[in-house]
């Protein structure tokens, strides 16, 4: 069933949908534990449960987006997109999830950068896909002792490669090598991505699928002092030379 | 009523565990990784630990080695409540529950809460 | 009482009384040993950090007329330490230890010293694969014990051949051609090298060589079964 692009890597990958199986426990786990507490004490969190719900659907729209996208990337179409208007809807996106993980989101979308070239809906999806997986593990990787406002930067900045729109956040740095680590060991570890998450870190892995498939690359990336993941777009010359 | 550290990842999760624990008379302690759990433990001497072996960084089983090294922790119960099926340990079951001083281990997709707070009070009951 | 001084790897520890524990450990020259350490569970233990599992350690002991003897000092020596970060790799290593367990009695063979040495070394390097490493496991224990598999002719006693497709008797541990065959000279090639002297670091170069286990895992995990662990 695994399609291989040029380089033989699989992007219709049983791997994948394995890590997206393992994500979509947890959300399934927290509803059914919050219903049994909210039976217990006699109310329930429907607000709590409802965040969990739209967020495991939205991982498997991202999953089956990606997927769709990969098998036919000439359906893909091409458009001109502001990633700062993209960064706004993936933040109302993630409301939601944020508040019930504790975090802070936060828009830095200062400066003026033209419109890229882009799928915007792959685009968001990819971002969205991130963000969640992001929120899950903030509070995981919170040090002892620290009580600190965990927060989530969504921020698009310029680089001498293009634009730059990613998601940042005042934690342990994540490299390039180790996101590549986590590639490879996806089908051989259960947890690829150890030192960012505890979970399969399908949603990564998802936003990587989508950005793929749009001939796009997820990197580490920085942000003022801050570290996280992010992808380079190209700012769309025709419309600016108008 | 016990002292009981929870070392679990996952906020939403935590949240809802200690919530019921909670109503069940106990009191408890949530560190979202090791090092917190470590601390957590240093702070306030557990009775109980609910330990998820999947964490960030260092796994529930790094834990575990560090927190049974500590001579003054060695006979508190652990109950290990994980996400990683217990199935898949097989033969290793034994070395491990042998090696780290754990009876029990619950697949937490499988275990609702009542199970988690009866086996909580079985642990409790049992002599040290 | 003779002191004697060896190396050790740890295959088992159990508590006994208030701070001692015995340890079975596997040693080069000494065999499988079990030893008191007194004390071990105290703070202040000087022998509490030379004992610990997925570690090789220097020890020295006093073999008592008895069962156990008595654990007099340990030193460090390496500590894979990285293969508890892993669920699944620390589970395999645990299966290893029981495996080797099982599979040797109380004398092995240096030999099986070196080989949990090595698998401990594969599992420490988290981007050589845990399918390989169970796998080249299974076969050295298969072939210590003196039931490697004919790789080389057929149960017709004919040279393999490239070109042939073949099943694989359990009884003969040998190929038999069959046209409609499992196993061809891919996998032949697979198993002379999970059987040979090659650690899994060197296995885990050889390009194809993982595409191949998961057809290659039922056959030899039934040769293990049948020969090991019954």
């Known amino acids: ?242 | 009523m016990a002292q009981i550290l929870l070392v679990e990842p996952d906020r939403l999760l935590a949240e809802t565990y200690s919530q019921a624990l909670t109503g069940a008379g106990h009191k408890v302690m949530i560190a979202p990784g090791a090092q917190a759990a470590i601390s957590a433990a240093d702070t306030a001497r557990p009775d109980l630990v609910i330990l998820e072996l999947q964490l960030v960084e260092h796994s529930g089983i790094e834990f575990l080695y560090e927190f049974r090294s500590y001579p003054e922790w060695q006979d508190i119960p652990v109950l290990i409540h994980s996400g990683v099926p217990a199935g898949e340990f097989t033969d290793s079951w034994q070395i491990m529950g042998q090696e780290l001083g754990v009876d029990v281990y619950l697949y937490k997709p499988r275990t609702s809460l009542s199970q988690l707070i009866s086996t909580v009070r079985d642990q409790l009951s049992v002599p040290a | 009482m003779k002191q004697i001084i060896t190396k050790g790897i740890v295959l088992s520890r159990t508590d006994y009384g208030e701070a001692d524990r015995i340890l079975t450990l596997l040693t080069p020259d000494q065999g499988k040993l079990r030893l008191m350490a007194r004390g071990v569970r105290r703070a202040k233990s000087k022998l509490a950090g030379g004992i610990e599992l997925f570690s090789v350690s220097d020890i020295s002991y006093m073999q008592s007329r008895g069962e156990i003897g008595t654990l007099v000092s340990s030193r460090l020596i390496t500590h894979y330490g990285t293969i508890v970060k892993d669920i699944g790799r620390v589970q395999l290593g645990y299966e290893l230890i029981k495996m080797l367990n099982r599979a040797t009695e109380d004398q092995p063979e240096p030999e099986y010293f070196e080989l949990l040495q090595q698998a401990f070394e594969a599992l420490d390097e988290t981007t050589i694969d845990q399918d390989l490493i169970r796998l080249w496991f299974e076969s050295r224990l298969l072939r210590l014990a003196g039931h490697s598999p004919n790789l080389h002719t057929d149960i017709n006693d004919e040279k393999l051949r490239a070109d042939a497709a073949y099943d694989f008797d359990f009884d003969a541990m040998a190929f038999s051609p069959r046209p409609e065959g499992h196993f061809n000279a891919g996998h032949i090639k697979t198993l002379r090298l999970l059987f040979s002297h090659h650690p899994p670091r060197a296995l885990a170069q050889v390009d194809g060589l993982t595409a191949l286990l998961p057809e290659l895992a039922p056959a030899v995990r039934a040769m293990f079964t049948a020969h090991i662990r019954p």
């Open chain 1, 1 to 242: 069933m695994a399609r291989e692009e040029a380089g033989g890597t699989p992007i219709l990958s049983q791997r994948l949908l394995l890590s997206v199986a393992e994500e979509l426990k947890l959300p399934l786990l927290q509803i059914a534990r919050q219903a049994e507490q909210g039976q217990m004490a006699g109310k329930t969190d429907l607000a709590a449960i409802r965040a969990t719900a739209d967020s495991a659907l939205k991982l498997l729209d991202n999953y089956v987006l990606g997927v769709r996208l990969a098998l036919e990337p000439e359906q893909m179409a091409i458009e001109s997109v502001s990633v700062s208007s993209v960064l706004y809807d993936t933040g109302q996106q993630l409301d939601a999830l944020a508040k019930s993980y504790g975090v802070e989101l936060e828009l830095s979308i200062a400066g003026r950068y033209g419109p890229v070239l882009a799928h915007r809906q792959g685009l968001q999806a990819a971002l969205v896909s991130l963000g969640a997986a992001l929120i899950e593990a903030l509070p995981a990787q919170a040090a002892a002792g620290t009580g600190s406002q965990l927060r989530l930067h969504l921020a698009t900045h310029r680089s001498r490669y293009g634009i730059v729109a990613g998601l940042y956040a005042d934690t342990k740095q994540v490299s390039n090598e180790a996101l590549q680590r986590g590639r490879e060991l996806q089908s051989h570890s259960r947890q690829p991505l150890m030192n960012l998450t505890h979970t399969s870190g399908a949603g990564i892995f998802v936003a990587d699928t989508i950005l793929k498939a749009m001939k796009l690359d997820l990197r580490a990336s920085r942000h003022h002092r801050l570290y996280g993941l992010g992808t380079v777009l190209q700012p769309n010359h025709q419309l600016q030379l108008v």
